[in-house]
């Protein structure tokens, strides 16, 4: 089994080192890590408004390159995180903690440094277990027939939407709106028309990225826009020679490292915990087995290398559930799954027989990128640092023009373009109103392959809706959906979901600095008590 | 003071009570319209049958949502319970609205570069320290930039000027 696995991993190497594979790898970790560092752009954004772009591509390319901006992002948003106090992006606002006390402390370099390092072990880890539990999990999956597709899928809602972000309810009622969503459009079944109000756009469904560039770009902005503070750039110098550690500084960070990747792939088996969860996690384990507990939040560089190492490992933790079994943990990998089906490819079990150079040349990007990110994050820090300059009032104009014209060239034609501005007012008013839109997407991805497999299972059982329970396999996967209700009512009436929900809302991908400091507050009480 | 009037006030302020209430109404015109299409069994299912059944359940949530809005306030929650932010944007949020119908307009009407010059503008003029000269800059600049990529690298088939009258 582990030969044929470095088989298919020296063959993915293969697929990833041409030419324009390895170009297009590079563009996405660069865009990718740039984005990642300005305030008010998360990756969800990101990889929207680079998704139109890819349309040209082959699948793999445009795979590559949106995975690389994906991981890329996750290093810039530590750069932001430990030298100015911006959670730009919800896992790292634990490393905020910890990161700028060391900057204020003039070790800023020191804790990039090894935050690059940490990253680097944590994606390899990350990167080994995809290897060899991706083949392992298809060949299980494949004996899945639509009723136990349809099972596994609702545990992978259930999870995205209940274990991010906010109240479990809320969460819910987002991914059932996606999931309806997805339904919009022409049956495939029968042919007839749903919810079109005989506006024959709408006939193909809501275009994904208008969907994505609405609830993430537009909305975003809205509530973002004159909410910006001005970006203090006191400590952001930051010179190559900073940045390298000591010996004493290695030997602390290597167990916690260690701890950290451990943890954030233990976090990216369970569906639905993803970098956030992981990272916080990670945090409150290391502070809870440290000897000083009283000296997290001073500057230890414990404090930051174990989130690090554990939002990385679990980024590409996550990956394993999305390219092997096409179930997304959360919106960003919802989000990939569209933009493989926007291609033509279908999602399943089968991708990794049936495309094995896209998931193999995937993998092995990873190992590429994560080097190319390690030797650009480097030298470029103090580049990245004077973007950070760019003011809000410059960045999101220019995001809008993208916005538009990427839903534009979707499908040439202005109608997406007004959707995308009705999704985006209508998104504004969710994130008003307390809801976190990223369940949206989630539902919206799988919506039509939930009620695809559905049918199906009906079909196959008769009419018969106890098949749910009584195959075997799909009971489990019901059971586990009933368990997570359960623990989440439990913990509910207990009054202690804290340690589940770290990120606080304004931590979010607006990069307040508000943020930062919420989260301040609140960590002292997150660790399991 | 009356206690009712006093509860009733509680729930207006509690932005639960509207994000619960929005839900139920986004899922009674779900099923409404679903229940128009053919719902079939759960052996054959028709067109119907699903969205209707998301439909009921958003209700449901909807319900419960709002629900938790009359539970009496804890003491940690004192998150902000209104609805609009705290320095309304109206006219930002109008700008940045407004930049995608500007962008399909001129889009339509003129070509890609009126469009995106003017999409730009308007967004940036949402901006509190936006000047008109800074807005210029800005838009002229992402203009000559974008019309490069888009049309020439990415050829993304909208001519760059035309004029289609007969507005």
Known sequence: ?529 | MQPSTSLLRDLVRKRDFYAGGLMVLIGLGIALKGSSYRAGTLMHMGPGFLPTALGIILVLLGIGIAATALAPAGPGSDESQSILPEHPQWWAWFCILMSPICFIFFGRYFGMAPATFSCIFIAALGDKGATVKSTVILSTVVTIFGVGLFSYFLQVPMPIFTWRGGL
């Not at chain 1, 960003?332 to 040349?361: R, T, Y």
């Open chain 1, 1 to 529: 089994m582990i030969s044929t696995a470095l088989t298919d991993l020296w063959y993915g190497f293969g697929v990833a080192l041409e030419p324009h594979n390895i170009m297009w790898c590079f563009v996405g970790v660069l865009v990718g890590n740039m984005v990642g560092v300005l305030p008010g752009m998360g990756p969800l954004a990101t990889i929207s408004i680079l998704l139109p772009l890819t349309f040209g591509m082959k699948p793999v390319g445009a795979i590559l390159m949106l995975g690389g901006v994906m991981y890329g992002a996750q290093y810039g948003g530590a750069i932001c995180s430990i030298l100015l106090n911006l959670p730009c992006h919800p896992p790292h606002a634990v490393t905020c903690l910890d990161g700028f006390p060391m900057t204020k402390q003039g070790r800023g370099g020191v804790a990039l440094g090894l935050t690059v390092f940490a990253s680097f072990v944590g994606a390899s880890w990350g990167i080994t277990e995809m290897i060899f539990l991706s083949p392992l999990l298809v060949r299980a999956a494949l004996q899945f027939g639509p009723a136990e597709v349809c099972s596994l899928m609702l545990l992978g809602l259930l999870a995205g939407s209940t274990l991010a972000r906010g109240s479990p309810v809320k969460g819910v009622a987002m991914t059932v709106l996606g999931l309806f969503l997805g339904s919009v459009g022409t049956d495939l079944e029968t042919g007839s028309e749903r919810y079109t109000f005989g506006m024959t756009e709408l006939d193909d469904g809501i275009e994904l990225i208008a969907l994505a560039l609405g609830l993430f770009g537009i909305a975003e902005f809205m509530s973002s826009v004159n909410q910006v503070a001005p970006i203090n750039t006191k400590y952001t110098h930051v010179s190559l020679k900073d940045m390298r550690p000591t010996k004493a500084d290695m030997k602390r960070a290597f167990f916690p490292m260690w701890r950290g990747t451990i943890i954030g792939s233990l976090c990216s088996l369970i569906p639905g915990t993803g970098p956030t969860i992981a990272s916080f996690v990670a945090y409150a384990t290391e502070k809870k087995i440290s000897k000083h507990p009283e000296k997290f939040g001073t500057g230890l560089i414990e404090g930051v290398v174990c989130p690090e190492a554990s939002t990385h490992s679990s980024v590409q933790g996550d990956f394993i559930p999305t390219m092997s079994l096409g179930i997304p943990g959360d919106a960003v990998m919802a989000l990939l799954l569209g933009a493989l089906m926007i291609q033509g490819i279908v999602p399943g079990p089968q991708l990794i027989s049936q495309h094995p150079d896209i998931f193999w040349g995937l993998v092995a990007s990873f190992w590429i990128g994560n080097i190319m990110l390690v030797l650009l994050n480097v030298p470029l820090i103090s580049i990245w640092v004077k973007m950070l300059a760019i003011p809000y009032k410059f960045l999101y104009p220019s995001a809008m023009f993208f916005v538009c014209i990427g839903v534009y060239a979707a499908n040439n034609d202005f109608f997406q373009v007004g959707e995308v501005a009705v999704i985006g007012l209508f998104g504004y008013v969710l994130l008003r109103l307390g809801y976190h839109p990223a369940p949206i997407l989630l539902g919206f991805v799988l919506g039509p392959r939930f009620e695809e497999n559905f049918r199906r299972a009906m079909l196959i059982a008769r009419g018969d809706i106890t098949v749910f329970v009584q195959r075997p396999i799909s009971a489990v996967f019901v059971a586990l959906c009933v368990l997570l209700i359960g623990s989440q009512i439990y913990f509910r009436l207990k009054g202690s979901k804290a340690d589940l929900e770290p990120a606080d809302e304004n931590a979010g991908l607006d990069g307040r600095p508000a943020g930062a400091e919420l989260a301040a507050q609140q960590l002292p009480a997150t660790p399991a008590e």
